[in-house]
């Protein structure tokens, strides 16, 4: 049984016109701007900002550029092999299939379970923003069953999150003796979300590009008022907090740039996928980095910094000069925000899947093509239940922390991917610069387990404690990879990617990754139960 059986690619996919080519570099751009640009910007820069001052824009860009060392890997692989399955195609050509099913396991939780979380928080938003013009959803249609049943057990408290869950479960009709508790809003714009994946591409493009529009009116009003009211001593001292306060927000600012990855899954639907997947990545990276500088300029200029530890920094700093009406223009911006990350994300989950299906692992309804529209039907569907169910009736808190690892986990193999990529195919398309990482890399390594060495002198003990098992795995893996660095002469590029996403996945604690760990396992099961025996690759060497 060989677990570890390759794809190639040929120029003359078999997949390639069974879904309608439409999207220009403008399309693919606008998916990547709406992927982004979440609730990252309204909540996000508030918390970095308070922690590292205005020099937190420094961090921003910082960040983009490690975030660039991935999505320069992913163009590389968009580019060679344009076809749809993200890194999960990337996967199969440079690893085998085994690690191609994990990939595409783990992009569940990125886009479907990550979807989840997206629907329960554009329903907060839309409730708070439906109160602001005087309309009220009773309590018990905006919250999940959990919550609610809970608060019953909970001292009567002035909590405002706990007043409210404790009215719904109060004032919640009874079917059968069971209260009716769930998120309608989450559910309705899920509904929407898939009816208009469904339907097809040109119908998901013009919809996604006029709620990206509408993003970035908005935006850009925010900080043409904003610029008005700062006040350049809120800006000094630069960074009151010194490099340590900056970069206690890399983690939460690096996922703020998490989604350009998204565009990938469109490959079957470019009009030139070799061309303009690698340009509309480095395109929506650009422009996000520079409305999130801009965002962090106003912010920490009309107040002083220290005041923007909020969920909703935005809001506050305009009401702090009187502004109250932008507070509602803010509440329709963040709506319309996490309706794009919603469209995207729910627009890639059907064809991974629908690429795994082409393969075998998965049943072949899931790579059904709808005659009509062009789309896979059933696999959008499929996620539509996925993400519309849970949505109503769970309290997910901690999934953000799961899909991080996941998509970081996704971005650190498509690194090391462009590593081992197979060089057969001499197309001139996009490549990751060669950079020689013989005694680079090892001078990196070095540094880093210097770091960590005198970060934990004199606290041995610590170091070696169960919850820091993912820094000791990762100063192991930074060894390794140096070692084959110098000797294989490996680019330095995609290995300051696997360098960084890894460094992000330890910040995210043991417990996640246990989670995680679990969560591969559980793919494994249903891989050797029936992906294997399915394979198409099983008996025969077959092309993408």
Not at 194 to 218: D, M, P
Not at 300 to 326: A, C, K, R
Not at 459 to 474: R, V
Not at 487 to 499: A, D, M, N, R, T
Request: hydrophobic letters at 50%; one cysteine or more; charged letters at 10%.
């Amino acid at each position: 049984m060989n677990l570890f059986r390759k794809k190639k690619f040929t120029n003359q996919s078999t997949h390639s016109e069974q879904l309608k080519r439409t999207l220009t570099v403008r399309d693919l751009t606008s998916f990547g701007i709406a992927a982004i640009v979440g609730a990252g910007i309204y909540g996000t820069i508030g918390t970095a900002s308070a922690n590292g001052g205005p020099a937190v824009v420094l961090l921003f860009v910082f960040t983009a550029i490690a975030c660039l060392f991935s999505a320069l890997c992913y163009a590389q692989f968009a580019a060679s092999i344009p076809v749809a399955g993200s890194a999960y195609t990337y996967a199969y050509v440079a690893f085998g299939e085994v690690i191609a099913w994990i990939i595409g396991w783990d992009l569940v939780m990125e886009y479907a379970i990550g979807n989840i979380a997206v629907a329960i928080s554009w329903s907060d938003y839309f409730t708070a923003l439906c109160e602001g013009l005087g309309f009220t959803f009773p309590a018990y249609l905006t919250m999940d069953y959990f919550t609610a049943f809970t608060s019953t057990n909970l001292p009567t408290s002035t909590s405002t999150s706990n007043l409210i869950a404790q009215r719904a479960w109060a004032t919640a009709p009874s079917l059968g003796g069971m209260k009716i508790v769930f998120d309608l809003p989450a559910l309705l714009i899920n509904l929407f979300i898939t009816a208009v994946v469904y339907v097809g591409i040109q119908e998901s493009k013009r919809i996604n590009n006029i709620l990206v529009g509408l993003k970035l009116f908005v935006i850009l009003l925010i900080v043409a008022i904003g610029f008005y009211y700062v006040s350049p001593s809120n800006w000094l001292p630069f960074a009151p907090n010194g490099m340590s306060g900056v970069l206690k927000g890399v983690s939460a600012v690096f996922f703020a740039y998490i989604g350009f990855d998204a565009i990938s899954t469109t490959a079957e639907e470019c009009l030139n996928p070799q061309r303009d997947l690698p340009r509309s990545m480095f395109y929506s990276l650009a422009i996000c980095t520079i409305l999130y500088v801009l965002v962090t300029l106003v912010l920490t200029g009309m107040v002083p910094y220290i005041e923007l530890n909020l969920g909703d920094p935005l809001s506050y700093v305009f009401q702090q000069h009187g502004l109250h009406f932008l507070s509602g223009i803010i509440a329709l911006s963040a709506v319309v925000s996490l309706a794009s990350v919603l469209l995207v994300f729910q627009l890639g989950q059907p064809r991974i899947w629908m690429s795994m299906s082409r393969d075998g692992l998965l049943p072949p309804l899931f790579s059904a093509i709808h005659p009509k529209f062009k789309t896979p039907w059933f696999a959008t569907i499929v996620a539509g239940v996925f993400v519309a169910l849970p949505s109503m009736f769970m309290n997910l808190t901690e999934v953000t922390d799961l899909c991080s690892i996941g998509t970081l986990f996704a971005f650190t193999l498509v690194c090391a991917g462009v590593l081992i990529m197979p060089t057969e195919n001499n197309q001139k398309t996009f490549k990751v610069y060669y950079i020689n990482g013989k005694w680079i890399v090892p001078a990196i390594a070095v540094a880093i387990i210097v770091i960590y060495i005198l970060k934990f002198s004199g606290n041995e003990a610590s170091f070696f404690s169960l919850e820091n098992i993912p820094t000791m795995a990762y100063l192991a893996t930074v060894a390794w990879v140096a070692t084959m660095a110098y000797q294989k002469k490996y680019s330095l590029i995609p290995i300051l990617g696997i360098y960084t996403n890894l460094y992000l996945m330890t910040a995210l604690g043991a417990t996640n990754w246990l989670r995680f760990g679990i969560w591969l396992l559980l793919g494994l099961g249903i891989y050797f139960l029936y992906g294997q025996f399915h394979s198409k690759m099983k008996n025969n060497r077959t092309n993408i």
